[in-house]
C-alpha cells in the first residue's frame, strides 16, 4: 500500500472548515483513499473513502485530486468533539498501514 | 448495534501469563484482524483472518497467536506475557479484502503487563 504524508497538526477555529491534507504520490489505479479518527484512545472511527471522485456523507467531504496524488478532507462545521488525530490511509486490500495522522484541536 | 465488541477492555498481567482477548462481530464480516497501538503511535497490523479456519500474520505477529474457528469470533492469545506487549489492542472486521470494503474497530483492549 502507499505511504501518506500528512501534517503532524492543525488547529481550526469552532463553527469553521477544517480542511485536512494529505499527500500520496505513490498511489496506485486500484488503491483507496481512506480516512479515519481516532478521539483520545478510542477504536478509529471510519470518516469516508474514495477511489477517483469526491465524495460526501454526513460527516465530511473528501476532495481527490486528479491526478489522485493527494487528497483533503474537509470538515464542514468544525465542533469541540471533532478534536481528534485524523489518519488518511491508501489501501488495495485489508492489511491497513496506519501513519502518524494528524492532530487537529479544535478551539473554541 | 453491537458492531465489534472486545472483551476484556482493561486487563493487568504479570510477566509469563498467558490470556485471551475475544473479538465479535455480529455482521456477518469475513475479514477480521488484530491491531496494537502503542502510546504515541499508529496502529500496527498483528494477525488477520479472510474467513473460518484461515489465518496469517501481520506487521507485529510475534508474542501472538490467533484462531477463526467461526465466522464472528477471533481471539488473540498471549502465550507468555512480555513487558513489550503492553499496548491498546484492536480488533477489526470488514466485509470483504478488498480496499472498497469499509474496515470496522471495536473500542480497545487496554492491557498492561507487569
Known amino acids: 500500500d502507499a505511504k501518506t504524508t500528512q501534517p503532524p497538526s492543525m488547529d481550526c477555529a469552532e463553527g469553521r472548515a477544517a480542511n485536512l491534507p494529505c499527500n500520496h504520490s505513490t498511489i496506485s489505479g486500484n488503491e483507496y483513499v481512506y480516512w479515519y479518527r481516532q478521539i483520545h484512545s478510542q477504536g478509529p472511527q471510519y470518516i469516508i473513502h474514495?477511489?477517483?471522485n469526491n465524495e460526501t456523507n454526513e460527516m465530511a467531504s473528501l476532495i481527490i485530486t486528479e491526478d489522485r496524488k493527494s487528497s483533503t478532507l474537509i470538515l464542514p462545521h468544525a465542533t469541540l468533539r471533532d478534536t481528534a488525530v485524523y489518519y488518511c490511509i491508501v489501501r488495495l486490500n485489508n492489511d491497513m498501514r496506519f501513519g502518524a495522522g494528524t492532530r487537529l484541536t479544535v478551539k473554541p | 448495534n453491537a458492531g465489534v465488541t472486545q472483551t476484556p477492555k482493561f486487563q493487568v498481567l504479570k510477566t509469563g501469563q498467558s490470556m485471551t482477548l475475544q473479538c465479535a462481530q455480529d455482521m456477518n464480516h469475513e475479514y477480521m484482524s488484530w491491531y496494537r497501538q502503542d502510546p504515541g503511535m499508529g496502529l500496527r497490523l498483528i494477525h488477520y483472518s479472510v474467513g473460518a479456519g484461515i489465518t496469517d500474520q501481520g506487521e507485529v505477529p510475534n508474542g501472538y497467536n490467533v484462531s477463526r474457528s467461526t465466522t464472528e469470533d477471533f481471539p488473540l492469545r498471549l502465550l507468555s506475557a512480555a513487558p513489550s506487549q503492553t499496548s491498546v489492542y484492536f480488533c477489526?472486521?470488514?466485509?470483504?479484502?478488498?480496499?472498497?470494503?469499509?474496515?470496522?474497530f471495536g473500542e480497545g483492549s487496554w492491557l498492561t503487563v507487569v
Open positions: 477489526a472486521s470488514s466485509g470483504g479484502q478488498g480496499g472498497r470494503n469499509t474496515i470496522y
Open positions: 474514495g477511489l477517483k
